[in-house]
């Protein structure tokens, strides 16, 4: 199994960028997919983006297709997603997830970070 642990969050003024890293200890870290996920104040957890166990594919949420890029560096146990021309409706609390499944839903993965905040200002 894997424990992901986020970072990388804070405050940014609207149009700025943020690079939040996701660490995820545990093995095999490459034989699973990758997602993240936000939970904006008193709003349901949504999906962000995902990725394939091989960095094949990339999903995105149409809310920020253009602006966030996923990646991932499997010889460092770690997924990216870099965000730019950020929005304040972006502002949330982002999970990192990791599951064999994977896919757009919540159901598709087992593990779960404790989350990095993004502030994003107006």
């Known amino acids: 199994q894997v424990q992901p642990v986020e970072s990388g969050g804070g405050l940014v003024q609207a149009g700025g960028s943020l690079l939040l890293s996701c660490l995820a200890s545990g093995r095999p870290f490459g034989s699973y997919a990758m997602g993240w996920f936000r939970q904006a104040p008193g709003k349901e957890r949504e999906f962000v983006a995902a990725?394939?166990?091989?960095?094949?594919?990339?999903y995105y949420a149409d809310s920020v297709k253009g602006r966030f890029t996923i990646s991932r560096y499997n010889a460092k146990n770690t997924v990216y997603l870099q965000m730019n021309s950020l929005k304040p409706e972006d502002t949330a609390v982002y999970y990192c997830?990791?599951?064999?499944?994977?896919?757009?839903?919540?159901?598709?993965?087992?593990?779960w970070g404790r989350g990095t905040q993004v502030t994003v200002s107006s």
């Open positions: 990725i394939t166990w091989n960095g094949g594919s990339t």
């Open positions: 997830a990791a599951g064999r499944e994977g896919g757009l839903g919540q159901v598709g993965y087992d593990y």
